[in-house]
């Protein structure tokens, strides 16, 4: 005998709006092991997914995005919730997480990390990087919605009151479930790291770089500069973060190109576009104008530093600003530093 209907109905659901697959009829979304695949643009494509860390809870989740930066977004405390706006002409049965509320014009906030997507070694999904859904704002009051919230039936006829696809950052509700959820937010983390359609694709025959071994931790996307012996406590002529603070450091030698601990050899990039660590994510009108070093250290910035005793040093022409990513591609041009009287 072939598939019941209901199987097919329960299969559907789970690799159509939730991106997980198994043949299990009785298992909902958020129990499957494994991520469902099909073709994707450019923007879908994560390059550099193998490198995000596995995580089978949240601690070790947040500790992950603070060691990687420009890989991993980290939108899970509740002060950082993201506020779901309601897709107009959906009977509020969908709502889309965008970079402004009630906005749609602005970027959407998408690649939020699927757990089945980066697997334990004992095949489990890391679902540290889960999202949790709430009803009103989680940083005043807003109350968790779990899981099995809205779920109804048992066996091979459950069915869940509310999906979250992480690929759209879109929430899909069900019919009687919708009226329970007025004002959605969402907790998580988002993948932020290169695209097939951001142009950085590792090594390249239009990049010049070179290794050095890193004197602190370095993390891909930040601004590196030499070590001299002007540099108390640090060893001579290996690399560390640069900024427009000083003299001293802003001698920029080029981009992180990977990440390093102390003592560690770093792929530092001296010419060609590469994705480059901002205070934050830029807006598409930006691109076009120069990038200087940043007074924060091992960032970019595309504000003239201004300060007394700071230091003016271009890195780059902007070219890659999308509104989401904190680390654009950049076309790198180093200039000589000019220090602020």
Known sequence: MGFSNQERINLFTKTQAANVFDANATAVWYESSFPYRLNQDGSAILTQLSSIPVAANLTTARSNASSNPTLISDLSQASDAVR??????????TWA??????????ARLENWI???LIPQSNGSPSNGYAINLYDGDPAASGTLVSTTDGTTGTGIDKTVGWIFNYASGILILSDDFKSNISDPYVVGFRYIGNTANSGATGGS????????IADE?????????VVTSADSGLTAGRVVRA???????????????????????????QSGVIPM????????????????LDTTTGQATVTIPSGS???????????????????????????EPVTLG
């Open 97 to 106: 997480a965008y970079s402004t509320y009630n906005d749609t014009s602005s």
């Open 205 to 212: 025959a239009n990049t010049i770089e070179n290794s050095f």
């Open 243 to 269: 900024t427009a603070s000083s003299v001293v450091g802003s001698e920029v030698l080029g981009i992180a190109k990977t990440a390093a601990t102390q003592g560690n050899s770093v792929t530092v990039v």
């Open 84 to 93: 779901l706006t309601l897709v107009a002409g959906t009977n509020n049965s």
């Open 217 to 225: 931790s370095i993390s891909i996307g930040q601004v590196l500069r």
């Open 114 to 116: 699927l757990p089945q």
């Open 277 to 292: 660590l901002f205070g934050s994510a830029l807006a598409a009108s930006n691109n076009g104008k120069k990038v200087y």
């Open 309 to 335: 005793g700071e230091t003016v040093v271009q890195v780059g022409i902007l070219s890659g600003a999308n509104g989401s990513t904190s680390t654009p591609n950049v076309a790198i041009k180093l200039g």
